[in-house]
């Protein structure tokens, strides 16, 4: 019900007023037993007012402020008034009336300038919703150019690297393979697979984050003997370490704390999650440390958690950090676009499960990952 602010100093007209309106509308009085002094403390919305000269001449700075707070919304006032005080109350109109009436009022005259007042504040106030969603599309669209900015040149940045490094394998192998022995040969070509296999799941993040954002991302339970799921991650990790300078070593330890593994889970999305945190925990790790990973079955959840004595995550950074293309202050020039924990946090959202952090800067940080697994059937 639309609620009328009355502002009627003449008590037979506020009388009458109040009796024609309150049929169909709420009607608001500040004081109804007399002279309307103070209206400062006056702090119910309403959706039209109804006003008199007496009122208009008392109030008018109030009205007009409460237009101007309203703005660009419409407020509108009608001026009750005789003929004669028409040329008196013009000085007030211009800045606080949207229209008037002469009396002696008419019944049905009154209905329908409230009803066309009152139209055209929901008017406003659907244009001003309109215009409010149109602003937020337009950032919404400004934001999606950005991050589409930022992600080409986050490719073309990490891609770049590990690029070179192949081509420039690829040159020495094609003009010193006969000088070079099969050892040294065979390392080259190891180094390359793995700087393609980098190329390729940085593709695939990218790839992995428009599905999600179009709402295209499948999700299939399967049963899983967890235990030799991960056994197998840590397997490939540590084959990949083998690569790495043999005086810069990083230890992958995966500990099982359960004797009954099988669960179901959705598997391509639990190897990306396991595979980012284990991948930027040995990232951010120094020579000579060790990165636990941890699993935990219960009857209801699996746990399971990636340990790393490494750089730490700022506290002020943690709040953001799984956000799309966001990295900790902290990480110099570790490569990285910041999408892998994006990726991970929209994982476990689609598992259904939780995702905490514990980190300190130069101590280390423990990601925790808990899932809700699917009982198996019999």
């Not at 070593?249 to 595979?275: D, Q, W, Y």
């Not at 892998?340 to 990952?369: A, P, Q, R, W, Y």
Request: charged share 20%.
């Amino acid at each position: 019900m639309s609620q009328i602010l009355l502002l009627v100093e003449q008590k037979e007209n506020r009388r009458l007023l109040l009796e024609w309106l309150a049929v169909n509308y709420m009607v608001l009085l500040p004081n109804s037993t007399g002279e309307i002094d103070d209206l400062s403390q006056f702090n119910q919305s309403f959706g039209m007012g109804i006003i008199d000269g007496l009122a208009l001449k008392r109030h008018w700075q109030w009205i007009a402020a409460k237009k101007q707070a309203e703005h660009p919304v419409c407020l509108p006032f009608l001026l009750i008034t005789s003929r004669s005080d028409v040329g008196m109350a013009t000085q007030f109109i211009w800045q606080t009336i949207d229209d008037l009436i002469i009396a002696p009022i008419e019944k049905i005259e009154l209905q329908a300038r409230v009803e066309i007042l009152l139209r055209s504040r929901q008017l406003s106030l659907t244009l001003k919703l309109s215009h409010d969603q149109l602003d937020r599309s337009l950032q919404t669209a400004k934001e999606l150019n950005d991050m589409k900015t930022s992600l080409l040149y986050m490719i073309a940045h990490d891609v770049r690297n590990p690029l070179n490094f192949i081509i420039g394998t690829t040159q020495v192998l094609t003009q010193y393979k006969s000088k070079l022995t099969d050892e040294k040969t065979q390392e080259l070509l190891d180094k390359t697979q793995a700087a393609a296999k980098g190329i390729d799941l940085l593709l695939d993040d990218v790839l992995q984050l428009g599905k999600f954002e179009s709402g295209k991302m499948a999700f299939c339970l399967l049963p899983l003997d967890l235990a030799k799921f991960c056994n197998e991650l840590v397997g490939e990790f540590q084959s990949s370490l083998k690569l790495k300078p043999q005086t810069e070593p990083v230890t992958l330890i995966f500990v099982n704390h359960s004797p009954s593994t099988m669960a179901c889970l959705e598997a391509s999305l639990l190897r990306r999650i396991l595979s980012n945190l284990l991948s930027n925990a040995i990232k951010y790790s120094p020579p000579n440390t060790q990165v636990i990973f941890e699993l935990k079955v219960t009857e209801n959840e699996a746990i399971f958690s990636v340990q790393d004595a490494g750089i730490g995550i700022p506290i002020a950074d943690q709040e953001r950090l799984f956000d799309s293309f966001y990295r900790a202050k902290n990480v110099g020039q570790i490569p990285g676009t910041g999408l892998g924990l994006n990726i991970v946090k929209k994982c476990v959202d689609l598992h259904s499960g939780e995702i905490s952090l514990s980190s300190e800067e130069g101590v280390g940080s423990t990601f925790t990952v808990t899932l809700p697994i699917a009982q198996l059937a019999e």
